[in-house]
């Protein structure tokens, strides 16, 4: 049926698809319920800056089931209808909402979720992220900023100390999304105690145990990327000698 409103143009998706038989999937009052988190959490990360112009995106997984925002679309305007649902164990949609396509980093957001059990997964297009792929080679390392103490350690309980030194692993782009799994899975193997992988040139991957994990270690993981950048302008090296 064609559109009457004002403001849907060409270049606008609608972001309005209740046509889905599995609604209940997405329909609550709850403002935590997943559905409803990741249109809030999209706005929040929008405002940031970090999923502007519909890059980046987050997914969240409630016991088996994972919800995917679409692909290509403007992520602080999503509404809880246009979420896909996939089952953990076999793969399949449970909810697919027409007219739209999963997003382009469900490969990846899924790796974090087999590999690691991570109850939520973040991507962002920071400019932040995008800088420090630019400023160091295989690895970001940071030691001795105070807000390294809300990484977690990943290995072993509890999070790094002060000076302990993060180190996230940085993997090439490549032309297609998807095309960054199986470099993302091997960063995720070869790197056991990280939570994030950077993507250079693109931007980052963060994950946690749930939403509210994965929420505090990508903002300060952002933190500490953005005054990486920082220190390098002034000359300052991001590892600090131990004293
Ligand atoms: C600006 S397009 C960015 C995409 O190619 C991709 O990198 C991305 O982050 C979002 O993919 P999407 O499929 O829209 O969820
Ligand atoms: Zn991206």
Not at 14 to 38: E, G, K, R
Not at 59 to 75: C, F, H, L, M, T
Not at 94 to 116: E, G, H, I, Q, V
Not at 150 to 158: Q, R, T, Y
């Amino acid at each position: 049926m064609a559109c009457t409103c004002n403001s849907h143009n060409s270049d606008s998706v609608h972001l309005s698809t209740a046509v889905d038989p599995n609604d209940v999937l997405v329909t609550s009052s709850d403002p935590i319920h997943p559905a409803n988190l990741i249109c809030e959490l999209c706005r929040r990360f929008y405002d940031n800056g970090w999923v502007t112009g519909t890059g980046g995106g987050i997914s969240i997984r409630e016991e088996d089931n994972i919800y995917i925002a679409p692909s290509g679309v403007q992520k602080e305007r999503l509404v809880p209808e246009n979420m896909f649902v996939m089952d953990l164990k076999s793969q399949e949609y449970l909810r697919k909402p027409l007219a739209l396509k999963p997003s382009a980093c469900t490969p990846l957001f899924m790796s974090a979720y087999t590999m690691r059990g991570a109850g939520a997964c973040i991507h962002t297009h920071s400019q932040a992220a995008v800088m420090v792929t630019l400023l160091f080679d295989k690895v970001f390392e940071i030691s001795s900023i105070e807000q390294i103490k809300a990484i977690p350690k990943v290995v072993e309980p509890g999070n790094l100390w002060y000076s302990d030194k993060l180190v996230i692993p940085i993997i090439e782009n490549t032309e297609k999304e998807e095309d960054l799994t199986d470099s993302l899975q091997q960063a995720i193997k070869d790197y056991p105690g990280t939570t994030a992988v950077l993507v250079r040139r693109h931007g980052i991957y963060v994950w946690g145990e749930t939403v509210w994990k994965a929420k505090v270690y990508n903002e300060a993981i952002d933190y500490l990327l953005e005054i990486a950048v920082k220190m390098k302008q002034f000359g300052i090296e991001t590892v600090k000698a131990k004293d």
